[in-house]
């Protein structure tokens, strides 16, 4: 088995140029694995698959669809929208919000993130809006110039929320985390949306692992049968940040022997 790739928040734009140099790195690597999952907010953001690309982006695309591994999108709270048209394009599988994903003899846990943030009540609230099968239709039938300035209008009132928000209120609840593994009767739960990249021991041998928003550098999630590695890497160097081996995991969920 060679490895699985996990990113999120890369957040391709116009406005984050930087984010392509180590977009072709992770390209790179990833034609060596066996999977590569993309866990959310892989555009700044998503309004239709009728949204413009610009060229930079679409080479980024471009590349992204010649990989021969599997590649599997879990969608985030700024590409929503992204359609069958742009999982074609990609050679994506679409993922619901929570995805088990097998590893050794147990399950690890795939989310965007944004659902743990249960003490951001308004947050929660607009979600469950924006989500719906009623706001979709009708926001996908409106002008695409009108559907951009809506996007653009969100973008720029969520950030001056998150400059008056309390720290924690944008973070994961515990509470929430705990009750994600266990109701999926596992021990490492990976995913990105507060960019606070880290490797979290919990209580019981329990693992959260947070992904990197990306920049001048990029962020993944590396797991082999050996262990799962948080890096930080350009094209210069790659770092590891941490890393998770089997024996970190509780008794009863260890890889066999």
């Known amino acids: ?16 140029v930087a984010a392509l140099a180590p977009w072709s790195q992770l390209m790179a690597r990833a034609a060596k694995a066996d999977a590569l999952y993309i866990l959310g907010d892989l555009f700044d953001y998503w309004v239709g698959d009728d949204q413009p690309i610009p060229a930079e982006m679409s080479v980024a695309l471009d590349q992204l669809a010649a990989l021969t591994c599997q590649k599997f999108f879990l969608s985030g709270n700024r590409d929503f929208l992204v359609g069958q048209a742009l999982l074609d394009r990609i050679g994506a599988q679409s993922l619901p919000d929570i995805y088990q994903l097998p590893w050794n003899n147990q399950t690890l846990v795939l989310c965007h993130g944004d659902t743990l943030c249960t003490d951001d009540t308004a947050y929660q609230a607009m979600r469950q809006q924006l989500r719906s099968p009623v706001f979709r239709c009708d926001f996908l039938a409106k002008p695409l110039v009108e559907r951009i300035a809506v996007a653009q209008g969100l973008r720029a009132r969520s950030r001056t929320e998150s ?3 309390p720290e924690d209120i944008m973070d994961v609840n515990p509470e929430a985390v705990m009750a994600l593994l266990q109701t999926n009767q596992a021990s490492i739960l990976i995913h990105g949306h507060t960019h606070r990249p880290a490797i979290h021991r919990l209580e ?17 999630v590396a797991v082999t049968p050996e262990q799962i590695t948080l890096e930080r890497f350009n094209a210069q160097s790659t770092e590891i940040i941490d890393i998770l081996p089997p024996s970190a995991l509780p008794p009863l969920l260890r890889p066999a022997e």
């Open 163 to 165: 400059g008056s928000k």
């Open 204 to 220: 019981s041998r329990m693992n959260r692992i947070v992904t990197g928003d990306w920049g001048d550098h990029g962020w993944l």
């Open 1 to 16: 088995m060679a490895e699985i790739l996990i990113v999120a928040d890369v957040h391709l734009a116009p406005t984050n």
